[in-house]
């Protein structure tokens, strides 16, 4: 293959290493790129503009899934390609106070999806429901997010920034929550990178 661009997955603090991984466009590594304090984690491509298909989407969070085991990563949208180590260091250099306070707000903790879908044919007091799982999980995570309620039978959608010291016990308590609705479907996942707990816009070049 040709290497045209880096293709950038997330940033980390400063950190020599590599990850043996199918990443986009089914390049079979990745590693890291230094600035300073910062390390962007990247993979070679053949273009700057990957297609976003299932497969593509699907490798940048397998990544990304490797990445966060042990560390805290600040993780980039899909699509972020540099033409060069120069060109991204560049951004880094730039985005450096943004990337360093991202890094230091999610420090030590992971995002965790909780979806509640309601059963057919059941009926359940939505409101009720969001007060009781917030008093069983907010107090457990370091910030919550209310995502879109894409489906009339989504009754609660939300994402958990939660201190992996904390995982164990946010675990028993969705396991209380799977116990106590009958009338719900429980859809619990992660860990995620934090992609709902950071905004950092920068721009591919």
Do not use: C
Request: aromatic residues 8%; glycine residues 8%; proline residues 2%.
């Amino acid at each position: 293959m040709t290497t045209d661009a880096l293709y950038t997955y997330g940033v980390i603090e400063r950190e020599d290493a590599e990850f043996d991984v199918t990443g986009v466009e089914g390049v079979d590594r990745a590693y890291t790129v230094d600035y300073r304090t910062l390390s962007a984690v990247v993979s070679e491509i053949g273009t700057l503009e990957p297609e976003e298909t299932d497969e593509n989407s699907r490798a940048h969070d397998d990544v990304l899934q490797t990445v966060i085991e042990g560390r805290t990563v600040v993780p980039m949208r899909f699509g972020m390609a540099f033409k060069n180590e120069a060109t991204l260091k560049s951004v880094l250099r730039g985005a450096r106070p943004a990337f360093t306070r991202a890094l230091r707000e999610v420090d030590g903790a992971l995002e965790l999806g909780l979806k509640l879908v309601e059963r057919e044919g059941a009926t359940v007091d939505r409101e009720a429901v969001g007060e009781d799982v917030a008093d069983r999980l907010d107090h457990r995570a370091r910030s919550v997010v209310e995502n879109d309620l894409f489906s009339d039978r989504l009754v609660l959608n939300r994402s958990y920034l939660v201190d992996r010291s904390e995982r164990e016990g946010f675990d028993d308590a969705i396991a209380e929550i799977d116990e106590a609705y009958d009338d719900l479907i429980v859809q619990y996942t992660g860990p995620w990178a934090p992609y709902n707990f950071v905004d950092i816009e920068i721009g591919g070049q």
